[in-house]
């Protein structure tokens, strides 16, 4: 069995979950359930990322101790990852002792590799993005503050600093990312990063002296380990000894605003560090409402527990991953939601197995019809789940949801047309042989569909078993299996129904 390793990021716990980290999980999770029915040995990491200044103001803000504020937050991300379905296979946080030491380890690894030096720093720091901003991206607003790319007042910071020699990564980068095209995706972004690189390379400061919420550095306790370095070394940290095989990670899922820390500082840490490169790096896009940034004093953020609470969390992870391409941005309204969810899951696939299972009722006593006689264009149609798995399979792995959604959505649109031009209530007056025929492809078709529909809307899908008597997790390997005949059905119920 082929090994599969894929991570989220590592959300911060200063602020409780929105919308855009449910995207991030919910888009993992659905490759993860993919790759698992694929056969594959799927190891899925996700987590979150406590230490540093961003987390030490908002603890302060709050007035509560660092170790009571990140518990109750990391709390919150878990209850998120209960709540959306997320299958991962654990939960990695930054203050945990197993994370710390490794942490330490690699530092160590640096140090004896001779990629640390101490020096000192002097420059503009942005807590919101938790990193330097060199000149060039730094813009002055009428009160004379400095303003950084996320549009947070910068920070001044002159300190005693341990610096990374990223400088010496410069061409390596470069060599490895001309050698391995898909290491970056979309292209767009593996464009943007090689410029970047291109554009030059300074020395990292990698720790920091004036807080202390952090992994202390080894040795010298009156630095802390800049927060960046201590969070990518997560997806180390979270493969204990059983699941060291898992790495070199297959893919590192991760919003459009980090892909420089893991496109650039990431590899850079590893090669000097001797240690294998992950395979690829997907930057997804991000959701807006209305056209602008989510951000508190906009008052506009959405929140993923009352959306779940209202609506089931298969049809959130199905808007989210069926609306926009996975790489670009979209804009976020429930009226859109609601309208794909009605138009392809009510009236589209809920609609077909309604109205399939209702008449194997009235027809066949619930039991599934005979498959005889099929002529050639019977047989093509229910070959096509299996032939579109292997171009499905392609999509997965460029990450294109949307497309693979579209894929499955293609037999469904053919299957309740089938329904139409075959005209089952008239056959039922004057062919049964026929009648049985057409039922039983259709039922077929569902029990397919579904299985390829797993991954994409996964309680709902095992509702769609649980009516056909059958166990869910069916692996694709299986798509090319009948259903048996006379096996009874259970009565059909709405799984969809249309939101109003
Ligand atoms: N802690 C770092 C990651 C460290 S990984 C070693 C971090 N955390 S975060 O909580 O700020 O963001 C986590 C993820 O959520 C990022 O991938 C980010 O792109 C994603 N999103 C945050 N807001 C988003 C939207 N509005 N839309 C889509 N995704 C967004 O960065």
């Known amino acids: 069995m082929k090994n599969f390793y894929l991570t989220t990021p590592i959300y911060y716990v200063n602020d409780k979950p929105h919308i855009g980290h449910a995207y991030t999980s919910l888009a993992a999770d659905c490759l993860a359930r993919f790759k698992r029915l694929d056969n594959q040995k799927v190891f899925f990491s996700t987590g979150t990322d406590e230490h540093g200044q961003k987390v030490e103001e908002s603890a302060i ?48 690894k640096l140090i004896d590799k001779e990629q640390i030096y101490l020096g000192s720093y002097k420059g503009w720091y942005s807590v919101r993005d938790e990193a330097f901003i060199s000149e060039t991206d730094i813009k002055t607003d009428n009160k004379n503050n400095k303003i950084g790319p996320s549009n947070d007042i910068l920070k001044w910071v002159e300190e005693p600093s341990y610096f990374f020699r990223l400088s010496d990564w410069q061409e390596k980068l470069l060599d490895f990312y001309k050698h391995n095209q898909d290491f970056i995706l979309p292209k767009s972004r593996y464009n943007e990063v090689v410029k970047f690189v291109q554009g030059g390379l300074e020395d990292l400061s990698i720790s920091r002296t004036s807080f202390n919420w952090g992994i202390s550095v080894p040795r010298n306790d009156k630095h802390v380990i800049y927060v960046w370095l201590d969070a990518l070394c997560n997806y180390l940290s979270v493969l204990d000894e059983n699941n060291k095989q898992f790495w070199p990670a297959d893919i590192h899922i991760v919003g459009k605003d980090i892909l420089r820390f893991h496109a650039v500082y990431w590899p850079a840490f590893l090669l000097a560090a001797d240690i294998d490169l992950p395979k690829k790096i997907f930057a997804h896009g991000w959701w807006t409402i209305d056209g602008e940034k989510m951000s508190k004093s906009k008052g506009n953020v959405i929140d993923p527990y009352k959306l779940v609470k209202k609506y089931n969390p298969d049809l959130i992870r199905y808007f989210l991953l069926r609306e926009i391409p996975f790489g670009q941005d979209g804009n976020f309204s429930e009226s859109l939601l609601i309208r794909r969810i009605n138009s392809e899951l009510s009236n589209g696939y809920g609609n077909l197995v309604q109205r399939v299972l209702a008449m194997i009722f009235k027809y ?12 050639d264009k019977d047989k093509q149609f229910l070959a096509m789940p299996s032939k579109s798995l292997d171009k499905i399979r392609k999509l997965m792995d460029a990450l294109q949801f949307h497309a693979a959604i579209e894929e499955i959505l293609v037999i469904i649109r053919a299957s309740n047309l089938y329904v139409d031009n075959s005209e089952p209530w008239v056959l039922a007056k004057k062919d049964i042989a026929r009648l049985s025929t057409v039922l039983s492809l259709l039922i ?12 994409f809307i996964p309680s709902s899908s095992e509702k769609v078993f649980e009516q ?33």
């Open 61 to 108: 803000k709050k007035n509560q101790s660092l170790k009571d504020f990140t518990n109750s937050v990391s709390q919150e991300f878990k209850r998120l990852s209960d709540l959306l379905n997320l299958t991962n296979s654990d939960f990695i946080r930054t203050t945990e002792q197993r994370h710390i030491s490794k942490v330490r380890n690699i530092w160590t």
């Open 468 to 500: 056909l008597y059958q166990q869910n997790n069916i692996g694709f390997e299986r798509i090319n299996n009948d259903l048996i005949v006379e096996k009874p059905i259970k009565k059909p119920y709405i799984i969809f129904p249309r939101i109003v």
């Open 444 to 455: 077929n078709l569902i029990y397919k569909v579904n299985i390829l529909l797993q991954p």
């Open 364 to 375: 066949f006593n619930g039991k599934v019809p005979k498959l005889d006689n099929m002529n």
